[in-house]
């Protein structure tokens, strides 16, 4: 995708307030829905992060928590931390982070970041019956942000990793996994090591990572700095798929190493093994 079509995308993704990705399948029929929806998520995240940190000012969370005081004592029906959030445009499992957070400060105390990241993956722990509904509610009905995103991302990341070693083994390629490369003491490991490297393009390809998303130019920026050079440094040249596209204007690193794919290429070549006895 270049990156002009991808900036309108994201431009109309901020104007749409009702069902995103219908709007976006209509204007950008020619574009897959799995990349919009990827791209959607990710907007989202982003707006979130920068929301957490306008919205977590004391006076704003005191604000919060004061609504969410009086709600819970004139509201008949659960639901209505929902609506606090919904009325602040906020991330409901964000809203029931910062209400979290404040419920358990004490004494101007730092909050248990543990503490809280456990209550957010199990809402049982909350004493408070009706709160621990309202908390529950929030998670649940945030699919984009939060536990059960992360969840759902995590399901989606290992189906699209099992797609890739299925490709690798159809296509005759011996490799190791993270699992077996963590076994072997390595620190940074992507999630495939090629035993025997191969070419794609004219490349040399000694490892794989498979991204289940669409590959933007802030995340990609993190992937290179935090993952991506590490294995480079580690192995050698390698190939990232990002399953659901990317910016064209970002395979800019394939002379240095770096080769982006949106999907497992076909057409690879081979080392001879003959070659490698006589080394």
């Known amino acids: ?12 993704c901020h104007k749409t307030n009702a069902n995103k990705l219908d709007s976006l399948n209509e204007k950008f029929s020619g ?14 995240q982003k707006k979130t992060k920068r929301f957490y940190h306008m919205h977590h000012s004391p006076d704003v969370t005191n604000s919060y928590y004061e609504q969410y005081l009086k709600a819970s004592k004139t509201c008949k029906q659960p639901g209505y931390l929902l609506d606090i959030a919904e009325k602040a445009d906020l991330s409901p499992a964000l809203m029931a982070r910062i209400i979290l957070e404040k419920y358990y400060t004490k004494d101007g105390e730092s909050v248990n970041k543990q503490q809280i990241n456990q209550i957010m993956k199990d809402t049982t722990l909350i004493e408070d ?16 942000y939060g536990y059960v995103s992360d969840v759902t991302k995590q399901c989606i990341g290992i189906d699209y990793e099992n797609k890739l070693k299925n490709d690798l083994q159809i296509l005759g390629v011996a490799f190791t996994d993270e699992d077996e490369l963590r076994e072997k003491g390595y620190d940074k490991t992507p999630d495939i090591k090629l035993e025997v490297p191969i070419a794609v393009d004219g490349h040399i390809i000694n490892w794989i990572e498979s991204k289940a998303s669409f590959g933007d130019e802030e995340n990609h920026k993190t992937y290179l700095k ?25 395979d800019t690193n394939q002379d240095k ?14 080392i001879n093994p003959s070659l490698l006895i006589k080394l």
Request: net charge negative.
């Open 31 to 44: 574009i897959s829905e799995r990349t919009l929806g990827s791209i959607i998520s990710q907007e989202y």
């Open 1 to 12: 995708m270049k990156l002009e079509t991808y900036r309108q995308i994201v431009e109309e």
């Open 257 to 270: 190493g770096i080769l982006l794919k949106d999907h497992m290429p076909k057409n690879i070549s081979f």
């Open 129 to 144: 019956k009706d709160f621990a509904v309202e908390i529950y509610l929030c998670i649940l009905n945030d699919e984009m």
């Open 226 to 250: 935090e993952q991506y050079w590490s294995y480079w440094n580690r192995f050698g040249p390698g190939l990232v798929i990002y399953w659901f596209g990317f910016i064209e204007e970002l």
